[in-house]
């Protein structure tokens, strides 16, 4: 039995869980450090990308990353600093970066992100926090129709899932997309997607909800967790011991050194993310987009425009650079050229990566800690799903999913 349940973050992941946990009927404690949504759940895209099923790991990418890494002006960043550091996670990345593990990581993520707008609409149905899922149609932008040709790979994936794109070229994607300027020349639109219209916002409801169901929140950091006979009895925080049966360490980036306390070195780096942020804004699109060129995705948001993405390897340590948000403000004043606005919000968050894209969940070991992180790009559209597997998993049901891609021991 799982008694009582802390759970460790309260971005999306440790949100969800919590949340499927209580309405399982547990005993169920959240803990965050700074706050709900106070890491990457924060300032993200927005996106339900359930789509996204190809991970960054493709045939070919260390040589377009090479190139990438060296030209500022493209949206690949390296702290060189932090090199050596990376390096492990970066060989380990690569290596599975063939067309075998390619497809192998697209079935695991297909499983996890693909029913992601049923999945967020089943977490807050009736809810406070209900208000902040919406559904819509979501368009990669290209300069051209060879450019979207050069990403034939990848779309070949997406259409054997199923995810089969609309095509618009020439004066079609104005009329689609009429803020987009004369730079975007091809659309490629998949419909029926969704997207969040204020994360942050979403991350203080579902904190609400939590507690309107009769679960516990509170502000307090982990420092350590104590096992006793190799099995969980409590987790050490600023703010006291809180004894505990079993936990869901869903920390982001940050369950890297809970790990190590566990005794393992689980390979998760940080690709840092940024956003730019547009108050008021004099026009916006009428759905989410990706800008191709500059990899970063642009959000109608319920309290402005958001414009986020771009990777920069390295530190969580460090600051934010300024060369990853110089580029998202270059490349949205080019695609946008009419845009204005009354100010401008700059923000930089950590996406917990694995090197082979697919996050850890279960148990580890036999400990009674259950993992909830490692979940890259797409943890706001997986986190959902993740809670309610690792819920049904805690309450003694069997998950209608093949849990195997995500086991959280396959690293030790
Ligand atoms: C620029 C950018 C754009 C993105 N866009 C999208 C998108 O459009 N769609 C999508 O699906 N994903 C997107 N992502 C990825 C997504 O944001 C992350 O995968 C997801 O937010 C990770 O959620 P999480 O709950 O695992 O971690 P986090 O949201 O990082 O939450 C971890 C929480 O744990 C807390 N914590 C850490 N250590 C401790 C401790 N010791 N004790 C207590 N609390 C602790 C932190 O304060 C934090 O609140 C984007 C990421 C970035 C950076």
Not at 40 to 60: D, Y
Not at 296 to 306: I, Q, W
Request: with cysteine; hydrophobic share 40%; proline share 7%.
């Amino acid at each position: 039995m799982s008694g009582k349940i802390i759970v460790i973050g309260a971005g999306i992941c440790g949100l969800s869980a919590a949340i499927w946990l209580r309405r399982g009927g547990h005993e169920v404690t959240l803990l965050d450090k700074d706050g709900p949504g106070a890491g990457a759940s924060f300032g993200n895209a927005g996106l339900l990308a359930q789509w996204a099923i190809v991970p960054v790991n493709t045939p070919g990418v260390i040589a377009t990353g090479l190139k990438y890494a060296l030209n500022p002006r493209k949206p690949l960043f390296v702290q060189w600093s932090y090199f050596p550091r990376l390096l492990p996670w970066l060989m380990k990345f690569a290596a599975n970066a063939n067309d075998t593990d390619t497809r192998r990581m697209v079935t695991g993520l297909t499983a996890i992100i693909g029913d992601s707008l049923d999945q967020h609409l089943a977490l807050t149905r009736g809810t406070r926090a209900e208000k902040w899922v919406t559904s819509s149609d979501f368009s990669y932008a290209y300069e051209s129709r060879a450019d979207f040709e050069a990403d034939a790979y990848g779309w070949a994936l997406k259409r054997e899932a199923g995810y089969v794109p609309e095509l618009l070229e020439g004066g079609a994607v104005q009329e689609a997309e009429p803020m987009l300027g004369p730079a975007i020349r091809c659309l490629a639109t998949l419909k029926g997607h969704g997207h969040i219209l204020n994360p942050g916002a979403y991350m203080a409801d579902l904190a609400a909800v939590l507690q309107d169901e009769g679960g516990h929140y509170m502000q307090a950091e982990v420092r350590d967790i104590t096992l006793t006979d190799g099995r969980i009895v409590g987790v050490e925080t600023d703010r006291g011991s809180m004894p505990c049966d079993t936990a869901v360490l869903a920390a982001g980036i940050w369950s890297k050194p809970l790990m190590r306390k566990l005794g393992m070195n689980v390979p998760l780096e940080a690709e840092r993310g940024y956003h730019l942020h547009f108050v008021g804004p004099s026009q916006i699109p009428r759905n989410p987009m990706m800008i191709a060129r500059s990899k970063f995705a642009v959000n109608p948001m319920s309290h402005g425009l958001r414009c986020a993405g771009t990777v920069e390897l390295g530190s969580i340590d460090k600051g934010p650079s300024r060369a990853p948000l110089n580029l998202i403000r270059q490349g949205t004043a080019r695609v946008f050229p009419d845009l204005t606005y009354d100010g401008v919000e700059e923000w930089m968050g950590f996406r917990p990566s694995t090197p082979d894209s697919l996050p850890l969940i279960g148990e580890i070991g036999q400990t009674g800690v259950h993992a909830a992180f490692g979940h890259q790009h797409i943890g706001l559209t997986a986190g959902p799903k993740t809670g309610r597997i690792l819920a049904d998993l805690l309450s003694g049901k069997r998950p209608n999913i093949d849990l195997a891609p995500y086991n959280a021991n396959r690293f030790s």
